[in-house]
């Protein structure tokens, strides 16, 4: 039998650096895992390809999708809907290749109520000042909106008991390094339980 891929959840407060540090790892060392494309009704950007960046979807095929139990997890986030869809994740991770998501903080939360054996890592910034600057820099909302933004990164904050590891980036290579050093730890330490489970029952 096969020995089941690694499902790897990374996940974070808004405008921490989730979208930079999984591009990054896709072009780091992107041939390790899979990445999952998410699902959204978000209108596509600028140079964004439909199966590439994004499934876009509208409204009602999302709705559908959720409707069909097709969607690993799902949030609204800032009046869209995002999501996983279930069907790849499973394949790979059965087919024994590791599965890389990035996903804001609730969709994360039901993963984790979902997949007992995934390994979720929470990204943070080094400060609270940082993350303003960040979303700043971004240049896409006013002072109302990043006022907003700032409190509900408090809350999302919260939620990092919740999670395996905690990565700070302050730097994106420096990010990435961690995160291959946690994916290296976490497959040597199923490897270390699975042999002993073999040891005992005497096969090899
Ligand atoms: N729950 C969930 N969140 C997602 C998914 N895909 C992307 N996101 C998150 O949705 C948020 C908005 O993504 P996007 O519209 O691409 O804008 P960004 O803010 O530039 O990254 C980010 O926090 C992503 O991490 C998904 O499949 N599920
Ligand atoms: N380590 C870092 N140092 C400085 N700026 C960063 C770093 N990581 C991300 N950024 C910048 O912060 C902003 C938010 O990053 P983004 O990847 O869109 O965040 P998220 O996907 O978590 O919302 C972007 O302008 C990005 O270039």
Request: proline share 3%.
């Given at each position: 039998?096969?020995?089941?891929?690694m499902l790897i959840v990374l996940s974070g407060?808004?405008?921490?650096?989730?979208?930079?540090?999984?591009?990054?790892?896709?072009?780091?060392?992107?041939?390790?895992?899979?990445?999952?494309?998410?699902?959204?009704?978000?209108?596509?950007?600028?140079?964004?390809?439909?199966?590439?960046?994004?499934?876009?979807?509208?409204?009602?095929?999302?709705?559908?999708?959720?409707?069909?139990?097709?969607?690993l997890e799902y949030a609204?986030?800032?009046?869209?809907?995002?999501?996983t869809?279930?069907?790849?994740v499973?394949?790979?991770?059965?087919?024994?290749?590791?599965v890389?998501l990035?996903i804001e903080v609730r969709g994360a939360m039901q993963v984790r109520s979902k997949v007992s054996d995934g390994v979720f890592i929470f990204?943070?910034?080094?400060?609270?000042?940082?993350?303003?600057?960040?979303?700043?820099?971004?240049?896409?909302?006013?002072?109302?909106?990043?006022?907003?933004?700032?409190?509900?990164?408090?809350?999302e904050?919260n939620l990092m008991t919740n999670y395996d590891y905690a990565?700070?980036?302050?730097?994106?290579?420096?990010?990435?390094?961690?995160?291959?050093?946690?994916?290296?730890?976490?497959?040597?330490?199923?490897?270390?339980?699975?042999?002993?489970?073999?040891?005992?029952?005497?096969?090899?």
């Amino acid at each position: 039998m096969t020995k089941k891929g690694m499902l790897i959840v990374l996940s974070g407060p808004s405008g921490v650096g989730k979208g930079t540090v999984r591009q990054a790892m896709v072009a780091k060392y992107g041939q390790q895992f899979r990445y999952s494309i998410s699902m959204t009704t978000r209108q596509p950007r600028p140079g964004e390809v439909d199966g590439a960046d994004y499934y876009f979807r509208t409204k009602t095929e999302f709705e559908d999708e959720i409707a069909q139990g097709g969607m690993l997890e799902y949030a609204q986030y800032v009046g869209n809907y995002y999501g996983t869809p279930l069907r790849y994740v499973n394949q790979m991770l059965n087919e024994g290749q590791d599965v890389l998501l990035e996903i804001e903080v609730r969709g994360a939360m039901q993963v984790r109520s979902k997949v007992s054996d995934g390994v979720f890592i929470f990204l943070t910034p080094p400060d609270l000042h940082i993350l303003q600057k960040r979303i700043e820099k971004r240049g896409t909302d006013d002072s109302a909106t990043i006022a907003k933004r700032m409190q509900k990164a408090r809350e999302e904050i919260n939620l990092m008991t919740n999670y395996d590891y905690a990565v700070v980036n302050d730097q994106v290579d420096k990010a990435v390094d961690r995160i291959e050093h946690i994916i290296a730890s976490e497959h040597l330490r199923v490897a270390r339980v699975l042999d002993t489970y073999q040891n005992m029952l005497g096969e090899d």
